[in-house]
């Protein structure tokens, strides 16, 4: 790194002067969560020069042990040989036709295999777009407007955290509830009685999903004419091929997929039951587009797929989150800090007390500083590239930036 091993920030000049120059080119709104201000101000790079395995180089050509891993999609490391072999070769024997190509039923089969409950899928591009079409599917097969929705879904209209741009009347036809609050969700129900397409769900977030919360929102979902919707976006190939779903034995009546299943492609799927994605009303939904099921996409799926298993890559990621998050929050607990990692072994959600918040961004920019990348606030992943000399590395690092910052 270009920065001292006891200075208290790194140096991210060259971070600061693209980010002032984005600034006068490209729209506010695109890319915020990257392109992030607020991230610079904490002392966080905000532009990337490369990545290669579990690690990335800032323009500042800083290197960073990665546990962001691209916002999730990254399972099997950044940069790896075998999917850019992959995608390489099928390059070469085209990406996009104006007819079928026989990969796509290679991988359904193969896709629908992984997923015990699921028995149709449709392929789409990026998570955004596998909610937004399962949404569309849930409409048009009940007959109704109004979703329920917890969690991040994406950015399209009936979802966006934001609501410049949104048609209040669009706004008004999507509600949001809280993470393990059934509760709230059967006010809901019984509040827009009879005008609920789907519930949909988020399947882990922070801590996890509590005892009987997801098999709840199934129920009272069915109870009120709705389909339940789980958003496994983020889960799968992570907590498990098929997400939360398949390692709780949950059957919802539809899920969504992308992220790791692409490791960096912009791979997504909805999968559905024969019962809902059969029906006369979900075969007239549109959801059709130009670069659904491309090639490069699919052929990285296949890649994820086969190095997963062959070398048992779901119970790596437990590991080794299990690893991180029991040897950070013990250093933590013993440096008096309250920065801790909750939740699932492959997806580590930091927390603080917001009392604490200028000892723990301390703590973390003196991680930065000695090439450790660990977020303040935003759920964390594994992958595939993490060894346990990294995890324990990650450890040593935050025990030191403890020590450090209290001896000044």
Known sequence: MN???SARTPCVERSKQLLARSDELIVPGCLVHKRNHDMLDKGYPVYARKAEGAHFWDADDNKYLDYLMGFGPIVLGHAHPAVIEAVERQMREGIVYSVGHLLELELAERILSKIPWAERLAFMIGGSGATTAAIRLARAVTGRDLVLRCGYHGWHDWTTPFVAGVP???RALSIEFPYNDLDTLADLLEQHGGRAAAVIVETLRFRGPEQGFLQGCIDLAHEHGALCIFDEVKTGCRIDIGGV???EGLTPDMATY???WGNGLPASFVAGTEEVMT???AKRVWIAATFHADTLSLVAIRTVLDHLESCDGIAHQWRMGERLMA??????EAGGVSYRLRGWGPMPNPENDESDNERVLDMLRRCL???VYLHHNHGMFLSLAHTEEDIDRTIAVVRDSLAEGSTT
């Open 245 to 247: 779903s398949v390692r």
């Open 369 to 371: 500083c000695r090439g």
């Open 258 to 260: 992308g992220k790791a």
């Open 279 to 281: 029906t006369d009303a």
């Open 168 to 170: 209040p009347t669009t």
């Open 3 to 5: 920065t001292e091993e």
């Open 327 to 332: 040897g950070v929050n013990a250093a933590c």
